[in-house]
């Protein structure tokens, strides 16, 4: 019986490097001279910590974030950007969160949006932080796979182990 699995990964490997290269850009660039702002990647957390000396220059910061993870091919989805925080001596900090593997309350939803397909010898099951479909047919699976690709879960889906 034909199946395949859903999950929500990030490569920490790229997202690694997108920090890295964000840091030296950050000390390299003009606008940024003097204000000795920095990046952190906390891998066991799965958080990033921005530190800048104003509220602009962390939005700018931020940009800069997001287009050196998106070169990398890591999806903005998988980012949990948080507030703004003032910090000691007028500078400016935030967190930005990783979320990786499906949430048992997103393994619902994407259960019900399967079963709201209404296609024939399908089934889904949650099997931990991934869900398993399965089916007669290999094309009613890759049915699923494109209505799922259409569905915004907020979350960066990947499909894998796709069986006959």
Same mark, same amino acid.
């Given at each position: !019986?034909p $199946?395949?699995?859903?999950?929500?990964?990030i490569? +920490?490997?790229?997202?690694?490097?997108?920090v890295?290269q964000?840091?030296?850009?950050v000390?390299n660039? *003009?606008d940024?001279?003097?204000?000795? #702002?920095t990046i952190?990647?906390?891998d #066991?957390d !799965?958080v /990033?910590?921005?530190?800048s000396?104003?509220?602009?220059? +962390? /939005?700018? *910061?931020?940009?800069v974030?997001?287009?050196?993870?998106?070169k990398r091919? =890591?999806?903005?989805?998988?980012?949990d *950007?948080?507030? /703004?925080?003032?910090?000691?001596g007028g500078r400016a900090?935030m967190t =930005?969160?990783l979320?990786a593997?499906?949430?048992?309350?997103m393994a619902?939803?994407?259960?019900t949006?399967?079963?709201? !397909?209404?296609?024939?010898?399908i089934? $889904?099951?949650?099997q931990g932080d991934q869900v398993r =479909?399965?089916?007669?047919k290999?094309?009613?699976?890759?049915? =699923? /796979?494109?209505?799922?690709?259409?569905?915004?879960f907020d979350?960066?889906?990947q499909f894998?182990?796709f069986?006959?």
């Amino acid at each position: !019986m034909p $199946s395949f699995d859903v999950v929500s990964e990030i490569n +920490m490997q790229e997202v690694r490097n997108a920090v890295d290269q964000t840091g030296r850009e950050v000390a390299n660039r *003009f606008d940024f001279k003097d204000t000795n #702002s920095t990046i952190e990647l906390n891998d #066991s957390d !799965m958080v /990033i910590r921005l530190e800048s000396a104003s509220q602009d220059r +962390m /939005i700018a *910061f931020r940009q800069v974030v997001e287009e050196k993870l998106i070169k990398r091919k =890591v999806s903005l989805k998988s980012l949990d *950007f948080g507030d /703004i925080e003032d910090a000691a001596g007028g500078r400016a900090r935030m967190t =930005v969160g990783l979320k990786a593997g499906i949430s048992s309350e997103m393994a619902k939803k994407i259960n019900t949006h399967i079963k709201d !397909m209404k296609l024939k010898g399908i089934q $889904s099951q949650t099997q931990g932080d991934q869900v398993r =479909v399965s089916g007669k047919k290999r094309d009613v699976l890759q049915d =699923v /796979i494109a209505s799922l690709k259409e569905a915004d879960f907020d979350l960066p889906l990947q499909f894998e182990n796709f069986r006959d």
